[in-house]
């Protein structure tokens, strides 16, 4: 009788697993301290947002002398676009192999579906081919959020010190001829009765140095938008930028340097748009035409309907998709090729139809029914689900795109123009000793390149998406 409560005991101490709900694996760590813990075993690393460089040109690149052969490692590549993040930062993802290509002979890295191409992951002495693409974490452009120097401390016509080296903190270049500084958002250019901090009167009363003048505007940058802003500091330079910068048919020079810099000359935006285009790259071809609202003063710009009957101006614009779509939102590139007022955020919200991050102007009918709630996407390169998280401690209410009223998502990011002290003297002399100049005094590139940093709000919202959860 004992050997059958024996047998009975045993049994039921043994444990039965269902077939539907195996039991899940445990794991003993050890701990610092030498504490044993027994848990599931430890999560794989989460899907990563990726950010997709442009492709290899192939040739010189502006304001960059290359090595030996002109051979330029995938390293000096990452380094040249991402010119104003740390190298340390750039070498420490290569060194983790989170940097990742995909070589031109294998098409398009989006396909229709959203999913992406294979890539490899590559070191830092790759030598890049023309039309490779470079991949790498969105974590990688994180920046450090600044408390400082967000806004013009005062309004006033005459700034104090203080006010003059915040401005002159905001200087990113300065020669004989030109001056490019770091635009704040909500700064005005030009001034009129009721704006006394424009951009133009500041410059005038802090950023004269040693001329007897202030610097002059010679292009456009909204109010709300930010980024680098080009000044020219003598009257020739004033002329020979504002000429650069119009639209009109530029007859070619006896100088084939000059031809070739001003050819060369561009400007890349970065912007956080409501959706994402449909096709990651491309050019828009919509002309502009200026139109008045019912109150007679407010002016509107819209795109043109060819109806022959209101006047328009040609207008293009090139794009390109960043990365993926996070949060309903998407970061692009934007280049744009004729200089038309408010030509970016028309073409992004009427023609792509992804208005603008903070464009209540022309993006209002999206912002008014948009949700800024998390919610959950699919990341390209592996099909897994991740979604928006807040980092702690990141104050969101600065108008990122998580704040009640988010600010204008748009910065002039990369610039790059002719040396205009350079060519400035050349191009006052004669033709016949036009080429003997050039060339006995060649001082400095033909061509200089700027990067800028991104406003506080656009660093919080970039920030908030390169964060995820699986």
């Not at 992406?116 to 920046?143: D, Q, W, Y």
């Not at 958002?185 to 001034?191: E, H, N, T």
């Not at 948009?370 to 980092?391: A, C, F, H, N």
Request: charged residues 25%; aromatic residues 8%; positive net charge.
């Amino acid at each position: 009788m004992w050997k059958k409560q024996a047998e009975f005991i045993w049994l039921s101490s043994i444990r039965h697993y269902s077939r539907i709900s195996p039991p899940r694996p445990a794991v003993i760590r050890v701990s610092e301290k030498k504490v044993a813990h027994l848990g599931p075993p430890k999560a794989g690393p989460k899907p990563r947002q990726l950010l997709s460089l442009p492709p290899f040109p192939g040739h010189n690149l502006p304001g960059k002398h290359w090595g030996r052969q002109g051979h330029v490692t995938a390293v000096s590549w990452v380094k040249y676009y991402f010119d104003e993040v740390q190298d340390s930062v750039i070498q420490s993802h290569f060194n983790k192999g989170l940097v990742q290509m995909e070589c031109a002979n294998m098409g398009d890295s989006f396909v229709e579906q959203g999913q992406m191409k294979p890539i490899r992951k590559i070191k830092t002495n790759e030598v890049m081919e023309p039309g490779a693409r470079i991949f790498l974490p969105v974590s990688m452009v994180e920046g450090r959020i600044s408390k400082r120097y967000d806004t013009i401390p005062s309004g006033t016509l005459n700034p104090n010190a203080d006010e003059i080296d915040y401005l002159r903190r905001l200087v990113k270049y300065r020669d004989s001829a030109i001056l490019v500084l770091n635009k704040p958002p909500k700064v005005p250019l030009k001034g009129n009765l009721p704006v006394h901090n424009s951009m133009d009167a500041l410059a005038a009363a802090a950023l004269s140095y040693d001329n007897n003048e202030g610097p002059k505007l010679v292009h456009r940058l909204d109010r709300e938008s930010s980024g680098l802003l080009l000044m020219g500091r003598t009257k020739e330079s004033v002329s020979l930028l504002t000429w650069l910068f119009s639209d009109v048919n530029k007859s070619k020079s006896l100088s084939k340097a000059w031809n070739d810099a001003c050819e060369a000359m561009y400007q890349r935006y970065w912007a956080l748009v409501i959706g994402s285009p449909r096709e990651k790259q491309g050019i828009i071809r919509a002309p502009l035409s200026k139109v008045l609202l019912d109150d007679g003063k407010t002016e509107r710009i819209i795109l043109a309907q060819n109806s022959g009957l209101e006047a328009s101006q040609e207008a293009m614009t090139e794009y390109r998709v960043l990365g993926p779509m996070i949060n309903g939102c998407s970061w692009i590139e934007l280049r744009p090729l004729t200089c038309r007022k408010h030509q970016l955020r028309v073409h992004c919200a009427e023609a792509l139809g992804t208005p603008i991050v903070g464009d209540y102007k022309y993006g209002w009918f999206v912002h008014r029914r948009w949700k800024q709630m998390p919610r959950v996407d699919i990341e390209p390169t592996s099909g897994k689900p991740y979604k928006l998280r807040r980092p702690d401690g990141l104050d969101v209410q600065k108008g990122s795109v998580l704040s009640k009223v988010p600010l204008l998502h748009l910065h002039c990011r990369e610039l790059v123009l002719p040396n205009i002290a350079k060519f400035i003297n050349v191009l006052n002399q004669k033709s016949d000793n036009l080429f003997p100049t050039l060339s006995s005094k060649p001082d400095g590139p033909d061509l200089l390149r700027f990067v800028a940093s991104m406003p506080s709000h656009m660093k919080i919202s970039w920030n908030l998406m390169s964060s995820y959860l699986v």
